[in-house]
């Protein structure tokens, strides 16, 4: 089968058993790999209502066709499990090199489940796996530890692992590979931490077989034409320079990153000699080498180094965007090393950046509005912008000590053990939101509160488009539709969503055709990213959630006084736009079932179909 | 009519003024300077906010002599 091992490794680490099972031509067409396929074999393997943390949960590792076939821009893997936070799906993915070299040690995707009563870690190379005892590498951080593998199994290994704050299962533990690369939302790092697995490492130099290499040769040369002198020129001079923070300043003044806890504006609260300091442009200054993840032309990634007497950040990644604005815009922070510190901590410890930030803005906003004392912060003046103390509590978060052990639990539950905040709280079903703001574009409140994974600004929808007054309610169904078949796609077959701004329109599903050999009709493609959709969406259906199983905090649908800026008085309706997206997708407005007519028309489901009309 | 454009590129910022015998709409300010740069406006000022004052206008909004138009161009990073 072209653009697959065809193989997936079962690992069950109660009774310490690994199986082989063979990846069927039917599921690889049908689901791709990533998060389809990870939300397929998960709804076949894992039963409902199973405890999250329990033996019968089940964690994936999923490569996808693009990994190691040579494809730019397609080295991204995922991760999926139930979410601790959400009780629900949930699926991320990461760059770097892991995804392409599990697909080199010669396996589409790595499913566990079981508890192991000591730490271990699974080790694979070329086809054969083997668990090793972990208990030394338990409390490792990701430097030491990478560097501890490649002692024990040669340089040429790649891990995907957890650090501290996984073994302690915090509900925004990462998945981390590459030292500075994160699988960072929903609380999988935590699923992995319950089950007493450390890593997996991987080794191998299996070739992975396209259907047409020339016609891929071609696409590359294509896409490449397109950076240098097309359309995505400007992009990719942009972010090949600067990577994600290029237009940090650009987000915080326009209303798009989150300022003061979402409730500020950059103009007012956070002006361009605060945020510049803090963005790409501003820390270029330290920037020593570009990076690039597996078959990446763009490079958006740099390591820097910052002298400081504080931390060693000698050998540290550019914060991305979001960690820019989590630990920056958010808290009213313009000092661009305290993010950096911030930045290396989390990657250390395995915390996702996005949810620790958006937990201190929670916290910052508590004790400034007299919600929670300086006894309970440990002493510590979490006053708006005080770099010093930013870092201090994100290193207790990190560590898990003092009033970090409640707040590395996010905050929902740092609010529900304290017992106050939460007219503070921004969070979609949990989850703290990215840093672009839905009242500036407001297809992506519905994305927020009602995808299968909430929270998240990468899973498709209407997207980043600003709205205003004249926002066409009427067509947002068919539109939103139109970019959750193309972002299933994509993240299902290993693609960047960096690479769409650099990317011909429409590459994506030629690539796939290219690698696979599988040949898909425009109808079939739609049919393809509605199926997994309704792929990830059924495990959801499968626990019990319905629509109001999703929530979403009024501070993203509505700008209240004294809000100033260029959101004030700005407020979007997010039930109308999920009406129009569930309707268009045939669903029930208040079940969120899919009509069997429609699950049957894309196919594929039967098991789906049986569960809900049985 | 005239009024100062300050354009808000991903990496950089610049600015300019322009001048029109009538009133000027935002979107319009904008293209006069961008053409006047010799770049084309309707790829450029596709999706880009506009803002006034510290407050978001939209394109067809009228502006008033003096004005400061601030243009921030969204790609929104990662």
Redesign the interface.
Known sequence: MFGYAGKMLFVNLTNKTLEDRILDEETARNFIGGPGLGAKILYENMPAHADVFGPESMVGFVTSPFNNANVFFGGRYTVVSKSPVTGGWNDANSGGYFGPALKKAGYDAVFINGISETPVYLYIEDGKAQLYDASALWGMTSKALEAKFREIHGEKVQAAFIGPGGERMSPIAAVMNNEHRAAGRGGSGAVIGSKKLKAIVVKGEARTEVADREGLLQLNRELAANMKDGPGA??SR??G???????????T?????GVKNWSG?G??DYPEAMSTPVGS?GIDKFKKKKYNCSNCPLG?GAIMDIPNDKMDLSDTPRP???TQ?AFGSLLLNSDPISVSQCNELCNEYGLDTISTGSTIAWAMECYNEGVLSREELDGIDLTWGNSDAIVALCEKICKGEGIGATLCQGSREACRRLGKGEEFLVVASGIEEP??DSR?AYGLSRTYKYDPTPGRHVKGGIG???S???FDYATSGEADKAGVILSEIRNSAGYC??GG?ASPQGIIPRYLIAVTGFQYTPEEIDDLGVRIFYMRHAFNLREGMSRKSFTLSKRFTEAAPPF?????D?KVDVERLADNFFEIMHMDKETLVPSKEALEAVGGLDLVIADLYR | MRVSVVF?????KWEGTVEAPQVLTCEEAAALLLRREGRNPAEELN???Y?VD???R?PDQSLAEGDIL?V???????
């Open positions: 400007g992009f942009a972010f320079a600067y990577g994600t923070g290029a237009g940090f300043t650009n987000s003044l326009s209303g798009d990153a504006s103009v007012a442009v958006c991305e965007y979001e604005g840093q672009h500036l980043m488009r600003p205003g007054p004249d969503l960096l701004g100033t800026g260029p959101l004030k700005s | 808000y590129e991903l990496t950089q999706g880009v906010i803002m510290q407050a978001r939209f601030f921030y161009t969204l790609l929104g990073g990662g």
